[in-house]
């Protein structure tokens, strides 16, 4: 089955700077690679995605980067925000049929003001 | 914009106890899971369940473990007679069709086993 591999497990920066998350994945077959930020107390919000035909993706502050070739998929946060605090987990699957999600082992994020 | 609900939000329960989660995915989807959250882990996959049946359930779903939709709109989790090791966050989530692929999750029950 997948397995996804996620880095740093914890990660602090100043608000402003730049935020960079990193995932490997290990199924050739996934082709949907989606982040979810989960807020204390809360459930995963899904905030960005990424299709396996698909290199690069942006929303505002937030960037996703997908190389099929090494498997390896990425979230950028430019500008962070205090707001941004929260634990980041990356995401596989196969978007056919009923596949179940394979999450990271989640990074949390602070934002120091 | 539709949501998926959980209730309750914290249920506490005496080991050996049965509890019943319960979820009410958004109207018109149709593939539904449970996944579980342990304090300080990631999120791992429990069950899915498709056309009335279980599709697909990890090894931590034994036989203490089952899931139900009623009455088309519930979707319950049951645990028959609860461990200490089965205190987590449980979250249900809910998918349309392949063509729409995102899934999206509740905002958990926390069962505590004591």
């Known amino acids: 089955g997948e397995n996804v591999e996620q880095h740093p497990s914890t990660l602090s920066v100043q608000e402003g700077d730049s935020a960079v998350i990193k995932c490997t994945y290990s199924?050739?077959?996934?082709?949907?690679f989606p982040w979810y930020k989960q807020e204390l107390g809360k459930g995963p919000q899904l905030i960005i995605d990424?299709?396996?035909?698909?290199g690069e993706k942006k929303d505002q502050r937030i960037a996703v980067t997908l190389n099929k070739t090494a498997k390896h998929f990425s979230l950028h946060i430019t500008e962070t925000q205090p707001e941004d605090s929260a634990v980041y987990f990356c995401?596989?699957?196969?978007?056919?049929?009923?596949?179940?999600?394979?999450f990271g082992t989640g990074t949390k994020l602070q934002v120091i003001p | 914009e539709p949501e998926v609900t959980q209730t309750p939000s914290h249920q506490v329960t005496q080991m050996g106890q049965e509890v019943i989660l319960r979820c009410v995915p958004i109207s018109n989807h149709l593939y539904f899971y449970w996944y579980r959250q342990i304090l300080g882990q990631k999120v791992e996959f429990l069950v899915s369940f498709y056309n009335n049946e279980i599709s697909e359930k990890s090894e931590i779903f034994d036989d203490q473990f089952s899931v139900e939709r009623p009455d088309g709109s519930n979707f319950t989790l049951k645990i028959r007679s609860t461990k200490l090791e089965d205190s987590a966050m449980y979250f249900c989530a809910s998918r349309w069709r392949e063509e729409k692929i995102e899934a999206f999750f509740g905002q958990g029950t926390r069962l505590t086993v004591v």
């Open positions: 990424i299709r396996s035909n698909v």
């Open positions: 995401a596989a699957y196969n978007s056919g049929g009923y596949q179940k999600v394979t």
């Open positions: 199924d050739s077959a996934s082709n949907y």
